[in-house]
């Protein structure tokens, strides 16, 4: 059973950075398709990075330059560094995980079966 820890949220001023991380427990073996998602207060979660298998990432276009998506070794841990973050990134951002087959629509939430709880980033 494939748990997902995400941590590295807070309040940040407009124009400053947060690193968040996620952590995949009860997996013997690495995660070959890691996300990062975020929902607004009344509107849909959506995607915001991916990465499939090691070497290909996915972006939103908002956020195309400002975040990264990375991997570790281990294929256990996911980051994502956002940069330059503004008002509007503000949002509960969750980790999501899928370990047989990456679905291929990277965005869509019904290709990953596993989601962490949330961490909340602030921008003001």
């Known amino acids: 059973h494939v748990q997902l820890v995400e941590s590295g949220g807070g309040s940040v001023q407009a124009g400053g950075s947060l690193r968040l991380s996620c952590v995949a427990s009860?997996?013997?073996?690495?995660?070959?398709?890691m996300g990062w998602f975020r929902q607004a207060p009344g509107e849909a979660r959506e995607g915001v990075a991916a990465?499939?298998?090691?070497?290909?990432?996915y972006y939103a276009d908002p956020v195309k330059g400002r975040f990264t998506i990375s991997q570790d070794n281990a294929g256990k841990k996911v980051y994502l560094q956002m940069n330059s973050l503004k008002p509007e990134d503000t949002a509960m951002y969750y980790c999501?995980?899928?370990?047989?087959?990456?679905?291929?629509?990277?965005?869509?939430?019904?290709?990953?079966?596993?989601w962490g709880q949330g961490t909340q980033v602030t921008v003001s």
């Open positions: 990465t499939y298998g090691f070497g290909s990432t």
């Open positions: 009860g997996y013997a073996y690495s995660v070959n398709c």
């Open positions: 999501a995980a899928e370990i047989y087959s990456c679905g291929g629509i990277w965005y869509s939430e019904s290709d990953y079966n596993y």
